[in-house]
């Protein structure tokens, strides 16, 4: 059996499990009138994931804190929106595909609702308007009733541009019906892009409405390997905090969390000061790479995305702006070569060196680490985490299912009863654990089988990795 039908297999007895295992949880539930809303949560994450299995990689970060200027850098095509002001709101997933087109899914009535109870919430807290404000002029209320609720939509393009300018109607700040759309595929046609995997551009942490960072927080809980973007000047506790959560939701595969340390070109010497930064970083996520000084020198990494595309457009024959031409020079020369700024030929100057430039950027550094050790073990990593995914799932469900069993035979016990009641108490008590035993005994075979499973993949692929 190849990787992937193994991956197939996987899902399809994850599904028939997770169905048996809902009319389990009914039961017990009615039963026994208790409520398993995280396990129910647990098993809605679980069913998402084995919707679409695939590796995915997610890239988080504050707001402008460069995540889009990022992907595009890796892409080298300008097509995730960037801005001085926030622009990504909903999940942006982009996949190679030989044919140019986009899938765009719409909010439907009850999300849009939280989003607005969101607003509300976020209004009251900061005491600002701006959200409210920027929906009511943009004249987006006019067009609402026609997009909440929408069914998915496959857009064909003709060709590149024509996917651009959809990518900014459906995310850009500045179009109307970005306000709606919750969740947006880009299918790639680009040489670039490495196949047989899902990179997700997401809404940054700090979002002012708090339903648009919690996608984020939800996505990262489903991605398989996380790029965190912090601008390379400070790490702040905010973000800390959240790394600390992204490597929790790894487990033992630390390896799977890239923190990358954005435009170092803006900092005054991107060479030194990126050296200082970054030995203080690595001071604070020590415990997190668990003393890894591999990982601690291999995954946080200084980037210029902006320098790396201007150097790209300039190969291949493209103007840049002035700033650009000026950060390229400012990232060079903190790395000891002078492109000599007052040089009529300044341009051809930075493209007789753009090899070194380019490698001063790290973006390919970056690109390469994220093939080697994450994208070509794809499909052993995607199979690994549903299967490790769906045992933490049912140790909770077991878990939750033993404390009410427990709890249940105590509070009876516990009641002062004559003979008779006691009789009649055993009989209930016992039907009653019989009852839940037989509910829960499908979800004890089904732990015990995949743990088997998951110990020995984990084996394999960690020695594939030592390797
Ligand atoms: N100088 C410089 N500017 C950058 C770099 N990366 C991003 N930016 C700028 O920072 C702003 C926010 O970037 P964007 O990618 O939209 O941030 P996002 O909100 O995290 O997606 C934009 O104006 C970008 O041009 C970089 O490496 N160097
Ligand atoms: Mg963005």
Redesign the pocket.
Known sequence: MSALEKLQNEVERQKRKISEIEKSIETVEKEFNVRFDDERNDIKAQKYLADDPNLQIAIV?????????????LFEENI?????T???ASLTKFKYSSQNKLLVKFYNRKEWDELWESVKESESRTKTKIFREEFESSGAKNIESQYIGKSDETIEVSNIEDLKNKVKEYTSKNSKIHYFVKELTVYLNNENMPKDVTIV?TP?LDDVVDYRSKITRDYIKRANAVIV?VDSSSLRNDEYVTITKVFDNVGDDKYKVMILG?????RNNPKEDWKKQSEEWKKYLKDNYNNDENLLNNNIIG??????SNIISLENGEKCEE?AIL?IYKLAKSYGIDLSLQDPNLNNNIIKNSNYIRDF?NIEKVNSLMKGNIISKGVEIATNDLESRYSNMITNISNKAKSIKDSNSQSRASLDMDRKQQEEFKLMKNKEIEEIEKAMNGLNEAFENIKTQWLNQNKKLKEAIKK
């Open positions: 970060g504050t707001i402008k804190a460069g995540k889009s200027t990022f992907i595009n850098a995730a929106s960037t801005d001085v926030p622009e990504t551009d940054g973007c954005t435009q170092i070109d803006n980037v210029s995305s902006y320098v790396f700033e950060q950027t």
